[in-house]
């Protein structure tokens, strides 16, 4: 009996093991997900009737540079050969160059992602720092008015475009009472006192100790970001409000109640505890479709940003600047389900449990 447990427990993969088949899961997963969201941008692109050619040289262009320039992109290759030069472009970072700005895809989005990279953490820290505790509250005093309220307002978020809300916003607080600051990140008597280090002016400005253009940083971003919150309040809430709704009908807050521990104890201590780890993981798909979700915020608001960048590149019929977009918002989502998995697994004992 005690050669075959210590035959079953020596065959027993060990814990770097599995780890390392774990890290080689996600990789896998991420690559043929990646993969996927590059064929089919591939493909779209082919079946749209945008001539990238034409695009290019225009239409007053000779037969001989069309054929030239046909021949330059590759079109004139099998479909496979040009999905192949595709991916292999695409694995070096090269996404073609842009044609609304003729610089190159990459270096144009390293130039406007960190303004909706900005723009999104303080909006989402908007949602998560109204959100949590009012999807706790709701919960603690389940079907009263403030319940009622919470779940009213996230109901009204979710049925009000962002773009009406943001243009109401511009009328009433800046155009009105000028309590903020109008379109765009900065105002230009502003812009040649910053010196930009990270990408994120508020960051940037505070360092620098210049706090005229701080707060003239900061009344641009309020309005914005409050908008693009106030959706990620209303989702966060109503998932804590779930999560803790399923905590407290649980046997050891009754239990706790019963031996005297108080109310807000057993809300705020214990059962909070209970839901990190979900909430967090919401708390995460949030931002990420925060980031993905500006594109009409940034519109309304002329916000120099990644999704701005997007709907002028989708107008002009710049296919490229479109698909390196494309890839970078699948990516983040991919990376962001990677990280919950992680997080997942390194503050569930359960998930550790089942790995064993």
């Known amino acids: 009996m005690s050669h ?31 993969l996927g969201l590059a064929a ?56 073609g160059v842009a044609l609304t700005t003729s610089h190159p895809v990459a270096q144009d989005i390293a130039r406007v992602f960190p303004a909706t990279l900005e723009l999104a953490t303080v909006a989402a820290i908007i949602g998560v720092g109204l959100g949590i505790p009012a999807g706790v509250l709701s919960a603690m005093y389940r079907n009263s008015w403030f319940d009622h309220l919470i779940r009213a307002l996230g109901l009204l978020s979710y049925s009000t475009p962002h773009f009406w809300l943001g243009l109401m916003g511009l009328l009433l607080f800046y155009a009105t009472l000028g309590w903020i600051g109008g379109p765009g ?40 970001a409050s908008i693009l919150g106030l959706s990620s309040l209303a989702y966060i809430s109503r998932m804590t409000r779930s999560f803790m709704l399923e905590q407290l009908s649980q046997e050891y807050i009754i239990t706790a109640r019963v031996k005297g521990l108080s109310w807000a104890r057993c809300v705020w201590v214990h059962a909070l505890r209970n839901v990190a780890v979900p909430t967090l993981t919401v708390v995460a798909l949030s931002w990420a479709w925060l980031l993905e979700g500006a594109v009409l915020t940034e ?54 449990q089942e790995m064993k």
């Open 185 to 224: 990140r900065i105002d230009f008597m502003y812009e040649f006192d910053l010196q930009p280090v990270t990408g994120f002016w508020l960051i940037d400005s505070a360092l620098s100790g210049n706090w005229g253009v701080f707060k003239n940083v900061f009344s641009h971003i309020i309005l914005p």
């Open 4 to 34: 075959v447990c210590s035959t079953t427990l020596s065959s027993s993969p060990s814990p770097c093991w599995r780890l390392v088949k774990r890290i080689g899961k996600g990789i896998l997963s991420i690559f043929c997900t990646l």
């Open 299 to 352: 519109t309304v608001f002329a916000w120099p940003g990644f999704g701005r960048y997007l709907t002028n590149a989708l107008l002009a019929g710049d296919m490229n600047a479109v698909v390196g977009c494309t890839l970078l918002t699948g990516a983040i989502f991919v990376a962001i389900n990677l990280l919950c998995d992680l997080l997942y697994h390194l503050f569930d004992p359960r998930t550790r």
């Open 40 to 95: 089919l941008t591939f493909f779209i692109g082919r079946l749209l009737p945008i001539d990238p050619v034409v695009a290019i040289i225009g239409d007053n262009a000779s037969q001989e540079a069309y054929e030239k320039m046909f021949h330059q992109l590759g079109l004139d290759q099998p479909l496979w050969k040009q999905f192949l030069d595709y991916v292999w472009q695409l694995a070096h970072l090269d996404f």
